[in-house]
């Protein structure tokens, strides 16, 4: 589902490289945390994913794209095939639960028809019935992640990809959110987390991809956040 093949990404301003030569690979419906210190390349391997820049040398696959060299006019539907959650939900302030869900199949081209019976579904898959007409204010901080992660499944994208989805969540708020995600993730959809949350790595035994200075060092199927550390 998705590929690297000794990718690299040189900043201009930078003399060291932010990704060096990382091959990996993520076959469909793994799920996979992206762990690693501040600056180790973890959202530059998740912007490169989502082509907002390109690598300095190497392939990057996502299914059958090849992300990198693309055309400019066929990145909507690279974006199509992937779903984004981030630490700050990133909710229309001034758009209802329903609306911001909505939103995501509007600029797609969705019937109103599709969106009238879609909306509701995924709020209920997400544990948000009957909060379409609230607006993202009235939410706590769980309840935001979920309608985000409604708003990045609503499609159903081959991949999500989440950065720090927890980081801004109680540890039980966290739990529920993970809980969330493996739903999704048994769907079929293939889930790349990029977390500092040691309790989650720990309690979900999934694969753990870790990064430091570029490169990947460790790589588990079943891992855990920390080795003897
Ligand atoms: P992480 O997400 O793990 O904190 P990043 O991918 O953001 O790591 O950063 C990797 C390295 O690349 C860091 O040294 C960071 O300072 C550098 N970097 C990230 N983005 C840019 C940029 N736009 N321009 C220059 N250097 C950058
Ligand atoms: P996050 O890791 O929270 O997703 P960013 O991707 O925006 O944040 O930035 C990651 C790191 O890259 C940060 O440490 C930031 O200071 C650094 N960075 C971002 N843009 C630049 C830049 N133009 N030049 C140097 N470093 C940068």
Known sequence: MIRLERVTKLYKTS???????????????????????????????LRLLLREDVPTKGDIFVSDMNVAK?????VPKLRQRIGCVFQDFRLLPNKTVGENVAFALEVIGKSRNTVSKV???VLDLVGLTGK?????????????QRVAIAR??????????ADEPTGNLDPDTSQDIML?????NRTGTTVLMATHDHSIVDSMRRRVVELDLGTVVRDDARGVYGVGR
């Open 15 to 45: 003399t060291r490289p932010a990704l060096d030569r990382v091959s990996m690979s993520v076959e469909k419906g793994e799920f996979v945390f992206l762990i690693g210190p501040s600056g180790s390349g973890k959202s530059t391997f």
């Open 70 to 74: 693309i055309p400019r006019r066929r």
């Open 119 to 121: 909306v509701p579904e």
């Open 132 to 144: 379409a007409d609230r607006m993202p204010h009235e939410l706590s901080g769980g309840e935001q």
């Open 152 to 161: 990045a499944f609503v499609n159903r994208p081959q991949v999500l990809l």
């Open 180 to 184: 969330l995600l493996e739903r999704i």
